[in-house]
């Protein structure tokens, strides 16, 4: 990545320059004017962001299902911060004020401007508070309002020791639900077991069809699936008599990839009364206040304990670093690039 100078340095961003298949090679370091905040508006310096590795990637390859990637574009979606600026007919939000901002191109960057509506007050602009909104929101939501949570649930996480599954995971353990843990390895294994998983799956060592259809068969109440692929086939085909399979987001399929060509789906619903349904961010943002709320409650007390990778990034130039460590898969938690060191 080159730094660019195009105006004074009084801010910094990462943005994408062209389209390609590494995000390394589409992005650059910005130096940009910082814009004073207009009616209604926060100005936001970022100290930590989360990195979203098959967004940001799929970003440079231009295939984001609702939108089209201009060049050059920011990017970045979540982070936390300190209010620096406030502008006029904002009442809610005073200098200093620590927030949760989730808003793609505000996030690899030192600052940004946003909405007051569009912001939300956290305890403190700490590292953890990136793991709650949206991760821990969207598990919340997709768990509660998708899944139709019950506290007598047999609930099936893939990739439980990711940005979201540990969410999910948390929640759902804290819940009191019996907890079946998908993970890639035994470091991510040895922490779910800790945390109370009933029973973890570490799918290069063992086939999660295998152990499903072996301990699980027809019993998943709840199956909570970012994966796709024969990770979801294999949730699909244990479902429980009324079960819910709930579509996260599907990374096997995102990026280039063989497609795997399997029967209608129906065949193996339609006996168990059971579904599959969708969960996606912006389809839910009515009860995201709420949610964020219960999880800053829940983290104050204990009952969940946001996880970051370690060790954390650090700077901007280290974003690069992130997304080839969540595409790899060799990330446990919240990969977080911490921006302190821009200040």
């Not at 019950?150 to 540990?166: E, K, P, R, Y």
């Not at 077991?193 to 068969?217: C, N, P």
């Amino acid at each position: 990545m080159k730094t660019r100078n195009h105006t004074p340095l009084n801010a910094r961003r990462l943005i994408i320059t062209k389209l390609g298949n590494t995000f390394a090679n589409c992005t650059e370091l910005e130096d940009f004017q910082v814009p004073a905040p207009g009616v209604g508006e926060l100005l936001v310096r970022n100290h930590f962001a989360g990195i979203n590795g098959i967004y940001d990637q799929m970003m440079c390859y231009d295939r984001i299902d609702h939108t089209h990637t201009r060049i050059p574009s920011t990017c970045g979606v979540e982070a936390v911060g300190v209010v620096e600026a406030v502008g006029g007919e904002v009442s809610e939000f005073s200098v200093g004020d620590c927030v949760s901002t989730v808003k793609v191109g505000n996030g690899y960057t030192t600052h940004h401007t946003i909405a007051a509506t569009e912001a939300w007050t956290i305890p403190a602009a700490e590292a953890r508070y990136v793991c709650l909104n949206p991760s821990g929101v969207s598990a919340l939501l997709a768990l509660e309002r998708v899944g139709e949570l019950q506290t007598s649930d047999v609930v099936c996480i893939s990739a439980a020791a990711g940005g979201l599954g540990n969410m999910m995971t948390q929640v759902a353990i804290a819940n009191g639900n019996h907890v079946v843990a998908l993970c890639g390895d035994d470091k991510k294994a040895d922490w779910l077991t800790g945390l109370g998983a009933h029973r973890v799956i570490r799918y290069r060592q063992e086939s999660a069809a295998e152990v499903l259809s072996g301990e699980y068969k027809d019993s998943l109440d709840v199956a909570m699936d970012s994966v796709g692929g024969s990770v979801f086939d294999a949730m699909l085909d244990n479902l429980a008599p009324h079960g819910r399979l709930v579509i996260c987001g599907f990374t096997s399929d995102r990026l280039p990839t063989e497609k795997v060509i399997d029967e209608r789906i129906y065949t193996r619903l339609y006996w168990k009364a059971a579904s599959v349904r969708g969960y996606m961010n912006y389809r839910f943002a009515e009860y995201f206040g709420p949610a964020l709320e219960k999880l800053i409650e829940m983290t104050t007390q204990g009952a969940i304990k946001p996880l970051v990778h370690t060790p954390m990034l650090n700077g901007l130039e280290s974003v690069a670093e992130g997304v080839e460590l969540l595409l790899a898969g060799k990330t446990m938690g919240k990969a977080v690039v911490d921006l302190r060191k821009e200040l």
